[in-house]
């Protein structure tokens, strides 16, 4: 999967929205692609180096998932608790990746509450 498939997937989401909230720190830009839906953070990751993603998670399921995976561990400047970072290219399958995305929007257009900080 290379970036442009990757981005195409998750604009295909209903209600998905994409920025570059981090261009202007202090100490430089950060090219960080965002992915939201319902105004809240689902997946991101740097558009110079598409190696790791970033990508909200169920807590107890992120538990599973570090456990399962070699290549899931933890995430890229967010809660541990309730993101996951996922090591492209390694022993997660494309086909589970896209899952976890697809679960990441889920949780946060199907949860009356949303639980946890973005």
Do not use: Q
């Not at 190696?51 to 998670?57: A, G």
């Amino acid at each position: 999967m290379n970036i442009e498939e990757f981005r195409d997937f998750c604009l295909g989401l209903p209600g998905v929205t994409e920025k570059m909230p981090f261009e202007k720190f202090a100490r430089g830009r950060l090219p960080i692609l965002v992915f939201y839906v319902a105004g809240h953070m689902f997946c991101y990751f740097n558009i110079d180096d598409f190696s790791l993603l970033t990508i909200k998670c169920d807590p107890d399921k992120a538990v599973e998932l570090r456990e399962r995976y070699a290549d899931i561990g933890d995430p890229y400047n967010g809660n541990r608790r309730h993101w996951i970072g996922v090591r492209l290219g390694g022993d997660v399958p494309d086909a589970v990746v896209l899952d976890l995305v697809r679960e990441a929007h889920d949780l946060l257009t199907n949860s009356p509450v949303r639980g946890g900080r973005s």
